[in-house]
């Protein structure tokens, strides 16, 4: 009996726990799916952690003018199931964002799948655009969904690609859109990029159970706050950048101008460069980075990690070997077959491009950029002696053309100058190295080089970066570094820059430079044609010319590199193909400060 009254206690225990469970779920789903007054009380107790992206830091120029402006702007974001309830105004929204009305429809028929879930409407709209569509109080709109920087499009260009790579290329971003982050991509801009974008923070931000925002995103409380990027002061001047810019738009290749006493870079530009507006999407922006290190790639630098044969260019470091290494007398004189194909040592077929000189002198020799003479001087002083480790010493030690100039940290790398003569060849390669082949060097290796020349024989590493400031505070100044004291004695240099002046008076530079009465000028040009396995046409030229000026003050010092195809009726020699680009800059520097 005992037994059976047990039993139904325990089953009568049973029901009332399960009673009490189904009651309790009841009230649960009944709060959860039905009340109201509960279901936003569930609501407000769901918080996120939302990372908050600091301002970008600026660029300037050397002038306080911005080559690179952060601007706040924000995604528009719309709830579907507001729209359905409170109605909504497309054709006013279309009027005060310039949205077109197709795009917004489409956006509006999408937001239909996720009905609870916000959805972008539309990116990137300024903080003005916000404020007029906050006044005309849409409803059933979240604005403010997350705040990212980006630089303003009108700014425009290429650099600091280095540019590309400060347009301002000038400096080139890419938008992250998953992470809402910008990162730099080429150039300075990448350099410098974990300062500039500063340190994230951490907001922490209510939603409700469908995710959706509750209330402004700004109105969240920071778990930590954002640290804005430090601001870049850049040794760019703006005008002269654009200026380079436009002369090199449809070209392949390099312009940089410097100050030969400073070594600050007053423009940088690389050609062709990108808009980063085309640059959409991680996946996208991930093809494009693993390209980056082609150089036919528009985020290449050219002006910094592309290395060429500098051509006749490199006559320069041919010049001082043999006057100061070498002790050779400006009058010696040689054959040069008036253009035709000789042998000197073991090269063959070494010629000149122009016709009409035999037996010339040094400085005839550097005018006329001759190939034969130089070939034949250093031939019989370091290939018939022996002394072809001396030569390569001389070039590495004396002048440092083996060294990199104090650009690594935006991807310079060490010319190609060999100093291992046991190679194939040894007497051909050293011939070609006598007239820019063989070596390879990148432009602001080139510019840097002939920048002593022009600052009296002392080389000097080129700048970009003035100054790091946080807000009026400068945190870091950033000076050149002296290379080499002297990379020659007094009297070769005076006979190179004499012979520089020459190459613009009666030289291959004569067609841009012969009048003197208005500016001097000393320049050298110089072509190289290199193969290309990777092209069907299997070889370009590369017309490159090296200016400083005044030639007897010498205040700025200028670069132009220019790729091309040989085609019918078509220059592409240093002179004809760079001469134009380097006249039209010395033009604009000279009119903007005519009181020298």
């Not at 917004?104 to 009905?115: D, F, S």
């Not at 996946?283 to 290449?300: D, T, W």
């Not at 940290?409 to 010319?415: S, V």
């Amino acid at each position: 009996m005992r037994d059976s009254e047990g039993f139904v206690r325990m089953r009568t225990l049973q029901c009332v726990v399960l009673f009490v469970f189904l009651l309790i779920g009841g009230r649960l789903a009944y709060i959860q799916l039905v009340d109201s007054r509960y279901n936003e009380l569930a609501k407000a107790n769901v918080l996120r952690h939302v990372v908050q992206y600091p301002p970008r830091g600026e660029v300037f120029d050397r002038n306080g003018e911005y080559l690179v402006q952060s601007r706040e702007c924000y995604d528009l974001m719309v709830i579907y199931s507001e729209i359905d309830k409170k109605g909504f105004d497309t054709l006013r929204m279309c009027e005060v964002l310039g949205l077109s009305r197709e795009k917004l429809e489409k956006e509006l028929a999408n937001a239909r799948m996720r009905p609870r879930a916000p959805r972008v409407v539309t990116s990137y709209i300024s903080k003005e655009d916000k404020l007029r569509f906050d006044e005309c109080n849409f409803r059933g709109f979240y604005t403010v969904y997350r705040t990212v920087r980006r630089y303003p499009r009108e700014v425009g260009g290429n650099l600091l690609g280095f540019v590309g790579e400060v347009n301002a290329d000038f400096l080139k971003r890419h938008p992250d859109y998953k992470s809402g982050d910008y990162v730099g991509m080429s150039g300075v801009e990448s350099a410098y990029e974990p300062l500039l974008k500063g340190k994230k923070g951490v907001k922490i931000q209510e939603i409700d159970t469908h995710g959706a925002i509750k209330g402004s995103y700004m109105n969240g409380l920071y778990d930590s706050l954002p640290e804005p990027g430090r601001y870049l002061v850049s040794t760019i001047d703006a005008r002269l950048q654009l200026l380079g810019e436009e002369l090199m738009r449809g070209k392949v290749g390099a312009a940089v101008a410097i100050e030969p006493a400073t070594g600050e870079i007053l423009m940088m530009v690389s050609s062709p460069t990108y808009d980063p507006d085309e640059l959409v999407g991680r996946e996208r922006g991930n093809n494009y980075m693993k390209m980056i290190y082609n150089k036919r790639h528009p985020l290449f630098s050219r002006a910094v990690k592309a290395k060429y044969p500098p051509g006749s260019t490199f006559k320069l470091a041919t010049m001082l070997t043999l006057l100061d290494d070498a002790d050779m007398s400006p009058q010696t004189a040689y054959d040069t077959h008036n253009g035709d194909p000789v042998t000197v040592g073991p090269a063959k077929n070494i010629r000149d491009s122009h016709r009409g000189d035999r037996e010339i002198d040094f400085r005839r020799a550097v005018a006329s950029s001759s190939n034969v003479y130089f070939a034949k001087a250093i031939w019989e002083r370091y290939g018939i002696t022996g002394k072809k480790q001396e030569y390569s010493d001389f070039l590495h030690e004396k002048l440092r053309l083996g060294q990199t100039v104090g650009l690594e940290r935006l991807g310079e790398r060490a010319p190609s100058i060999t100093t291992d003569w046991k190679v194939p060849d040894p007497g051909v390669m050293l011939v070609k190295m006598s007239y820019g082949y063989r070596v390879r060097l990148a432009p602001i290796q080139m510019i840097t080089f002939y920048n002593a020349i022009a600052n009296g024989g002392k080389m000097i590493s080129p700048v970009l970066v003035r100054e790091l400031r946080r807000g009026d505070r400068v945190e870091e100044r950033f000076e050149s570094r002296t290379l080499a004291s002297s990379i020659c004695s007094r009297s070769a240099l005076r006979e190179v820059q004499r012979c520089l002046e020459l190459v613009c008076t009666e030289g291959t530079a004569s067609l841009y430079f012969r009048d003197t009465a208005r500016l001097r000028v000393a320049a050298k040009t110089g072509t190289a044609q290199i193969t290309d396995a990777r092209s069907r046409e299997g070889r370009y030229y590369l017309g490159s010319m090296i200016a400083y000026f005044p030639a007897d003050n010498p205040r700025y010092t200028v670069l132009t590199t220019i790729e091309t195809r040989a085609q019918a009726g078509k220059a592409y020699y240093g002179g004809p193909l760079a001469g134009p680009v380097v006249k039209r800059m010395v033009d604009y520097i000279y009119n903007r400060n005519r009181d020298w």
